[in-house]
C-alpha cells in the first residue's frame, strides 16, 4: 500500500517545478556559490546545488567529511567551556544602552555598551580559541561518507558527505554525476568510498598543509 502522505510530497515536488521551468540552470545547474578562481586549491567543506532527474528537482547540500570533523571539534571546545560561560541576560542588565533621535521628542535605543562583562567575554574568547588548538589532538571522533534522502514540497532533498573537492561548477558536475549515480542506484555509498574514515590523522596533516602555504 502507498503512503498517503510520501505521494502527496511527490505531487507537490513535480508541481512545483512545473511552476518553475523558468529558473536559471546553469550546464543543468542551480548553483549558490561564487567560487573564487584565484584560491582554486583551497580544501573545501561544503556545498548546495539543484538539478533536475525525470519531472523533479533534486536539492542537494553536500559537505566533506572535514566538515562534519571541523563541526565536532567546535562541539568539545564549547563543552571544555562552558564552566566559564557569559550569562546573556545579565550582560544586558549591566550594559549601557546608547540612544539615538527618532523624531523631535523621542530617541530609541541603537546598541549596548557591554560594561561588566568584557574582561570575562575576553577570557572565554580565548580559551575558546585555545580549545580549538589543543582539541584536534586528542579528539577521537571519526567522520565517514554517508547519503540521507526525503521528499520535500520543492523537490528530492539529498545530504550527501563525500571526501570530494568542490571548488568550481566543473566539481559541481561531477558531484551531481555521483548523486545521479547513487539515486539509479547504479553504485552505492560504501561502494564508492570503500573503508574511507576522517579522522585526526587527515585533519592535523591538513592544518600543516595550510600552515606551510
Known amino acids: 500500500m502507498k503512503n498517503r502522505y510520501q505521494e502527496n510530497l511527490k505531487k507537490s515536488a513535480k508541481l512545483y517545478h512545473r511552476n518553475k521551468r523558468n529558473s536559471n540552470f546553469i550546464q543543468g545547474l542551480i548553483h549558490f556559490h561564487q567560487y573564487d578562481a584565484e584560491n582554486a586549491s583551497t580544501l573545501s567543506l561544503w556545498d548546495d546545488v539543484d538539478f533536475i532527474l525525470n519531472d523533479y528537482r533534486v536539492v542537494v547540500t553536500w559537505s566533506h567529511p572535514r566538515y562534519a570533523y571541523q563541526d565536532s571539534i567546535k562541539s568539545e571546545a564549547h563543552k571544555s567551556i562552558a564552566h566559564l560561560d557569559v550569562n546573556m541576560d545579565d550582560m544586558f542588565n549591566e550594559a549601557t544602552p546608547n540612544y539615538v533621535k527618532a523624531g523631535q521628542s523621542r530617541k530609541i535605543i541603537k546598541s549596548y555598551t557591554v560594561n561588566k562583562f568584557s574582561e570575562e567575554f575576553g577570557k572565554l574568547s580565548a580559551a575558546y580559541t585555545l580549545a580549538l588548538q ?76 595550510l600552515e606551510s602555504k
Open 134 to 209: 589543543e582539541i584536534p589532538h586528542s579528539i577521537v571522533y571519526q567522520a565517514k561518507p554517508s547519503i540521507k534522502t526525503e521528499w520535500l514540497t520543492n523537490g528530492y532533498f539529498v545530504d550527501i558527505c563525500a571526501p570530494i573537492e568542490v571548488r568550481g561548477v566543473e566539481d559541481l558536475v561531477q558531484l551531481v554525476t555521483l548523486v545521479k549515480r547513487l539515486l539509479k542506484r547504479e553504485t552505492t555509498i560504501d561502494r564508492k568510498f570503500p573503508d574511507y574514515v576522517y579522522s585526526k590523522k587527515q585533519w592535523l596533516a591538513e592544518a600543516l598543509q
